[in-house]
């Protein structure tokens, strides 16, 4: 399988964290329109009929050992369908910047479970690069009220669904890795979405049949159509593309840019507020990407 170059590693996985941070902030609008199950279960169909043709294994791929399916079930199991259900709801409770405020941990969630499961070394130069990603996002939460989170209980539960979805794309990546040595991005892409579909489908079903579609504008369904492409498609096939000539551990801070991109998109599409404070802390993020990215030494052993 063709392993790309190291830039264009950091270039995919950087689009696919971007891709991500946007469909998070964009799934406010169709979550007050679709249930949350619903909206799962069609994001699910339309990238399964999007990648049928990457469904059936290549002619250098060798059969999908026990192990490699299992795999399979767990990167869709918390990478697609709890990340999906607990994102859309945590959103849907908060705020997108709230989202990008809570997604900051994402890069040391990655790190620690690398170290725990892939055994990578995670160097200096790693660690200081997550130190800088998790604080500079972490500022957000400055902005944020008490009398806020009191006037609005449900906050709260939005908060711990956030946190839940965290830990479930730190799994993603993880698991990703793994995968990546023996699947193809586009075979992962399209098997992991197919069990997502399979997972959703019992509750997708019973909600569309009391679910009255024709109240749903045309401009809901181009927005659901971009964001089943980008969230089964676009941002998985990029992120494994990544995965392959980058370790884990420097992946994720790359999922700086998930919370950045939904914090933006929230400001421009939304109509949420963004103020200095929250400008300082993207600024100081952005700077974990340059310092992971920066041309030398890795100081990474594997």
């Known amino acids: 399988m063709h392993t ?3 830039p264009i590693a950091y270039l995919c996985l950087a689009l696919s964290m971007s891709l991500v941070g946007s469909y998070v902030a964009l799934s406010k609008p169709l979550a007050a329109i679709f249930p949350v199950m619903l909206l799962a279960w069609l994001r699910f169909g339309i990238g399964a009929v999007a990648m049928l043709g990457w469904l059936k294994a290549p002619a250098h791929e060798t059969t999908l050992s026990r192990q490699t399916k299992w795999l399979l079930f767990f990167e869709s199991f918390f990478g697609n369908f709890l990340f999906t259900l607990c994102m859309i709801s945590g959103v849907a409770l908060t705020s997108a910047v709230t989202a990008g405020v809570t997604m900051a941990a994402i890069p040391a969630a990655v790190a620690i479970m690398s170290w725990l499961f892939l055994r990578e070394a995670v160097g200096v130069r790693t660690w200081t690069a997550i130190v800088f990603a998790v604080a500079g996002i972490g500022l957000n939460a400055l902005s944020k009220t008490e009398s806020s989170l009191a006037a ?8 711990l669904l956030l946190i839940a979805a965290v830990l479930c794309e730190a799994a993603y990546a993880v698991i990703g890795k793994k995968l990546t040595a023996s699947v193809s991005p586009k075979r992962i892409t399209a098997l992991i979405n197919l069990w997502g579909f399979a997972l959703s489908t019992p509750a997708g079903l019973y909600l569309a049949w009391q679910f009255d579609f024709s109240r749903v504008s045309v401009p809901a369904w181009g927005l659901l159509l ?12 990029l992120w494994m593309t990544g995965l392959r000539a980058v370790p884990a551990s420097r992946a994720g801070i790359f999922t700086v840019l998930l919370p950045i991109s939904a914090a933006v998109v929230g400001t421009l599409a939304l109509g ?10 993207f600024g100081i993020a952005l700077t974990s990407v340059v310092i992971a990215t920066w041309p030398g030494s890795l100081q990474i052993r594997r």
């Open 272 to 281: 949420e507020r963004i103020g200095s404070m929250q400008l300082l802390a």
């Open 152 to 159: 609005h209980p449900q906050q709260g539960l939005g908060q």
């Open 4 to 6: 790309p170059s190291r």
């Open 226 to 237: 971009f964001y089943a492409l980008a969230a089964c498609v676009w941002t998985v096939w």
